[in-house]
């Protein structure tokens, strides 16, 4: 799963999750050069088309059979490359991030219409497990028309540098939230400025130089390197944003492109929480609902299972349980990480609910092994760099800033809009002791890219429909696609969104405004 947050927490991120894997059925070192190309970088502007273009010279990416082992879930063979990308592409000192970049060729070399850019979500998580596991993520069809390619976004991943701060996570984010009082409020201070702290010591060379804008002309970089005028692009959850910053800032090479799970990048950082909160909330009472209806269920607790949760939050809040060895105690904290990680999908339900019942008895491994999957944590109990690279790029892309007292201040409205899950949600530092941060956002509008396609869900937690119907309505020619289902984004869940998105993707038709996928 991959993950977007418009605000950061300290004890339970809660992000978005790009779509799961959705399987679909299969049909039977490099270098880098310079060419005389070149890219064009166009700063957005609200009230115009665009504005003077920056010439660049464009990098030539030298391809090659990617290693042993990268290729193991895909049924053609791969290949990779790396771009270098300036750091700043504004004031450019020499310094760069190397891109990791994978590539899937089409299938079909006589169809193949171009390359097709894809971003699985984040921000903070690499972009190739798209054409790493294309089987799994798109049709067919796509797979056998385009090149798709998928690079980590800088600062994550195999791209350099990337970001890293700190190697356990359970020291930070397996501590009790909400805190009961000054003391408890304190230490969660201190443990968060512990965590920026090492950031800074680690990376703090490129924590200014890793927002979503800077992404986004890395995108045009990889477009100009790979040859083609314009270019098609799909993005899942966070991968909409990152999409729909670029389509602003450079709409005269968008060839097509769809966002799926899409927010609306426009929003204040406090209205996306509260639009996200407000999600989660509405799928645990989804989750609770479905529950006090099937006598089956693993905590129908007399058909009152919301009364067993609440006790289970009060009780935990007196005395946490035992994790297992050597590993964190299941907190509140660590409990609604592991409640929020089951809120992404319906399929996650059956999970959450073994987990609760053993939770009842004593036994707290299955949430921690929940808190687990949410945090990514591997099987030999290491991590990758994908949570530090979401706290970095999400920190330094919040241009409103936030103080400790801003973020206490705000309690009472987040505990207002969502009673379960308020005020976990609302106690987080991260952003308020962050170091830097970009001057302002690109703000969306999609002026002059011709029609995007925007897809949401009825029951998305973590990007609920409203939001993205005002993703869609932000840009210019903002389509939408909506799909029925409790979950996540929507593509490859039945064949009308997979036909509406592919006809447009191919043929560039346009699905009609608000169509419904039942």
């Excluded at 297992?324 to 409640?339: D, E």
């Excluded at 919040?398 to 400790?404: A, C, K, N, R």
């Excluded at 897809?455 to 903002?478: C, F, H, V, Y």
């Excluded at 039945?494 to 447009?504: A, R, T």
């Amino acid at each position: 799963m991959r993950r977007l947050g418009p605000f950061v927490v300290a004890s339970t991120l809660l992000i978005a999750a790009c779509g799961e894997r959705m399987i679909f059925e299969a049909s039977t070192d490099p270098t880098i050069a310079n060419s005389a190309d070149t890219a064009t970088t166009t700063p957005a502007s609200d009230d115009s088309d665009s504005s003077v273009a920056v010439k660049r010279p464009a990098g030539t990416i030298i391809w090659a059979e990617c290693p042993e082992g990268v290729a193991s879930f895909s049924a053609t063979p791969l290949e990779c490359g790396t771009l270098a990308v300036p750091y700043d592409y504004d004031n450019d000192d020499g310094r760069v991030f190397t891109l990791h970049i994978v590539r899937r060729p089409a299938d079909d070399a006589v169809a193949r219409i171009g390359s097709m850019l894809v971003n699985p979500g984040g921000p903070g998580f690499g972009g190739t497990t798209i054409p790493e596991n294309a089987e799994w993520y798109v049709s067919e069809t796509l797979r056998s028309q385009f090149d798709i390619v998928g690079w980590d976004p800088r600062g994550t991943g195999l791209s350099t540098p990337a970001v890293d701060c700190i190697d356990d996570y359970d020291p930070y984010f397996g501590i009790d939230s909400p805190p009961n009082d000054a003391a408890a409020k304190a230490e969660m201070v201190r443990v968060t400025q512990e965590f920026v702290d090492l950031c800074v010591e680690r990376s703090g060379d490129i924590l200014p130089y890793i927002s979503t804008e800077a992404s986004a002309r890395d995108m045009d970089a990889i477009r100009a390197a790979l040859g083609e005028d314009t270019i098609t692009y799909f993005g899942f959850s966070y991968g909409s944003e990152l999409g729909a910053t670029w389509v602003t800032l450079f709409p005269d090479t968008v060839r097509a492109a769809v966002f799926d799970g899409a927010s609306d990048p426009n929003a204040s950082g406090f209205d996306q929480a509260v639009a996200q909160l407000k999600g989660f909330e509405q799928q645990l009472n989804a989750f609770l609902a479905d529950c006090a209806k099937r006598p089956t269920c693993k905590i129908y607790n007399g058909g009152k299972p919301a009364a067993l949760f609440d006790k289970l939050v009060t009780d935990l809040d007196v005395k946490p349980l035992a994790g297992p060895p050597g590993r964190t105690a299941v907190t509140q904290g660590v409990f609604y990480t592991a409640v929020v990680q089951a809120m992404y999908s319906n399929t996650l339900w059956p999970q959450l609910e073994t987990a609760l019942a053993e939770a009842v008895i004593g036994n707290g491994e299955f949430l921690v092994s929940l808190y687990d999957d949410y945090y990514q944590r591997k099987f030999d109990g290491t991590y990758g760099n994908e949570l530090e690279a979401f706290l970095a790029i999400s920190c330094v892309d919040d241009p409103e800033g936030s103080t400790i007292a801003d973020v206490d201040a705000d309690i009472p409205k987040f505990v207002a809009a969502a009673p379960r899950l308020g005020a976990n949600f609302g106690y987080g530092y991260t952003c308020a002791l962050w170091p830097t941060r970009v001057a302002e956002r690109v703000a969306v509008n999609g002026k002059g890219a011709g029609p995007i396609v925007v897809i949401g869900t009825t029951g998305d937690a973590a990007t609920p429909l409203e939001s993205t119907r005002k993703a869609a309505k932000n840009l210019e020619q903002g389509i939408l696609v909506i799909v029925e289902a409790d979950r996540h984004t929507g593509y490859g869940l039945n064949s009308c969104v997979v036909q509406q998105v592919d006809n447009y993707l191919v043929d560039l038709k346009v699905p009609e405004n608000e169509t419904y996928c039942k």
